[in-house]
T-cell receptor
């Protein structure tokens, strides 16, 4: 596709429930990354992938967050046992490769934990 | 640790005015700098990408400059229109340990162009 596609657009989960978010990067892009936007303009890096391999996961709260990018499938970000503080907009982005190329962002998934 | 700051935090201008948004970063070791706009409730739209070896990039009414040594970038918007109203974010692509490339975002400038 010509744009980064994220689903669902909105997700509501009760505290303790699981949440799974999906991202289809632009065709031909080998680098995918996830960001969490909690406050209005505060973007927190979570994880990046080079194809299906984790490249940098230094931003991931490892106890409850996991992510995958498998061949021929959308990438996914999963949160086990959601907490209120996980409420945020989660953005996925892709770029052609990891150095010196433009990053394109999806429309985001708004997760609300109640 | 790389920190990216944008000034002003908010700006309101009448339609037709030229304006400048500022972005500063603390570590000059960057691969590139990218300007985005974010409309309320929407994703990020890429506006301009400046490689670390470049001084400026232009797209339509937008011109972005980069001074890596002083850690500054500016986004110039000519003849502003109400449709330019959005939050503008700059982000620098950093590498550390020779292995990663992630974007560090600025704090954003909320622009309102009054008709």
């Amino acid at each position: 596709g010509e744009e980064v596609a994220q689903t669902p657009k909105h997700l509501v989960r009760g505290e303790g429930q699981k949440a799974k978010l999906y991202c289809a990067p632009i065709k031909g892009h080998s680098y995918v990354f996830w960001y969490q936007q909690v406050l209005k303009n505060e973007f927190k890096f979570l994880i990046s992938f080079q194809n299906e391999n984790v490249f940098d996961e230094t931003g991931m709260p490892k106890e409850r967050f996991s992510a995958k990018c498998l061949p021929n499938s959308p990438c996914s970000l999963e949160i086990q046992a959601t907490k209120l503080e996980d409420s945020a907009v989660y953005f996925c982005a892709s770029s052609r490769d990891r150095l010196n190329t433009e990053a394109f962002f999806g429309q985001g998934t708004r997760l609300t934990v109640v | 640790k790389q920190e990216v700051t944008q000034i002003p935090a908010a700006l309101s201008v009448p339609e037709g005015e030229n304006l400048v948004l500022n972005c500063s970063f603390t570590d000059s070791a960057i691969y590139n700098l990218q300007w985005f706009r974010q409309d309320p409730g929407k994703g990020l739209t890429s506006l301009l990408l400046i490689q670390s070896s470049q001084r400026e990039q232009t797209s339509g009414r937008l011109n972005a400059s980069l001074d890596k040594s002083s850690g500054r970038s500016t986004l110039y918007i000519a003849a502003s229109q109400p449709g330019d109203s959005a939050t503008y974010l700059c982000a620098v692509a950093i590498v550390y340990g020779g292995a990663t490339n992630k974007l560090i975002f600025g704090t954003g400038t909320l622009l309102a162009v009054q008709p």
